[in-house]
């Protein structure tokens, strides 16, 4: 099964309007000219969807996607923003479940599996995080963690909803603090989280189905990352806030 390499931008809550041109003029003279079997991603905060959108318009490649998304459609739940409402820009991808938002906003695996069933609803491809802390990595329950959150979130989607579906594995000690997974230990996760797709799903959806690898990505490490058989991708927060590090990012998946 071929799987498309996807690498993605997590902007977090960085950047303004005015730095989204140069960011791509910038990210367009470093990065390598598209090619087939390599897609890229951004996820910008709420205010710059609809600028990021219009500036990767017409690449086959590239799509854009929200940070978060509430489960209801509308309603009475000031500062939210609905999975309806960032489809309407124009991205088409939201990220469900990330640790950030599962530690310092409080989700839990009930509030990701309502938000990933009201991002398919709206018609997005929702990419549900995924991932253990060091204290769950230390007592031995990485594993367990990390197949809790997926079958909690994912259990009991339909054949084309599960074909919407991304993962992104993201170790909570790794994200933003310059440690990586050991490429052996992330292809570990990935296969496992495989395996448990295809026992949700079906072993040809989860065979199709793209497992980013997440947790300080950088130019000098993404290769090796991504050369493993079931990485089939890199979600990257801070070195995807400078075009030129993520266009390296993206030239390592182009090989
Ligand atoms: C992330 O925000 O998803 C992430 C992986 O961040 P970083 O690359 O900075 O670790």
């Known amino acids: 099964m071929i799987r498309p390499l996807l690498v993605a931008a997590n902007w977090k809550m960085h950047k303004s309007s005015a730095d989204v041109s140069a960011y791509f003029d910038a990210f367009d003279r470093a990065a390598p000219a598209p090619r087939a079997g390599v897609e890229v ?7 710059l969807l609809e600028a990021v959108v219009r500036a990767t318009r017409g690449r086959r490649h590239a799509s854009v996607g929200g940070q978060t998304c509430h489960w209801q459609a509308q309603g009475a739940f000031t500062g939210e923003v609905s999975a309806g409402m960032i489809a309407d820009t124009g991205a ?16 839990t695996d009930e509030t990701c599996a309502l938000k990933l069933r009201a991002a398919l609803a709206a018609g997005l491809e929702p990419m549900l995080c995924v991932g253990e802390t060091l204290e769950e990595r230390e007592r031995g329950s990485a594993r367990a963690v990390v197949l809790r959150q997926l ?4 259990d009991g989607l339909t054949r084309e909803e599960s074909a919407r ?3 992104a594995y993201e170790p909570v000690w790794a994200i933003g603090t310059g440690r990586t997974a050991e490429p ?12 448990i797709l295809a026992t949700l799903s079906s072993p040809e959806t989860a065979g199709a189905t793209r497992i980013l ?9 993404a290769a090796v990352l ?30």
């Open 92 to 107: 088409r991808r939201v990220l469900v479940g990330h640790s950030e938002r599962r530690q310092l906003f409080g989700e």
């Open 165 to 167: 579906l991304t993962v």
């Open 41 to 47: 991603a951004f996820f910008p905060p709420f205010p």
């Open 184 to 195: 052996g230990d992330a292809e570990e996760m990935h296969a496992a989280i495989r395996e």
């Open 226 to 255: 991504l050369g493993q058989p079931d990485v089939d991708g890199a979600l990257v927060g801070g070195a995807s806030l400078d075009p030129h590090g993520f266009a390296a990012i993206v030239a390592a998946a182009c090989g």
């Open 151 to 154: 079958t909690r979130a994912a």
């Open 213 to 221: 690898y997440g947790g300080s990505v950088k130019p000098d490490n």
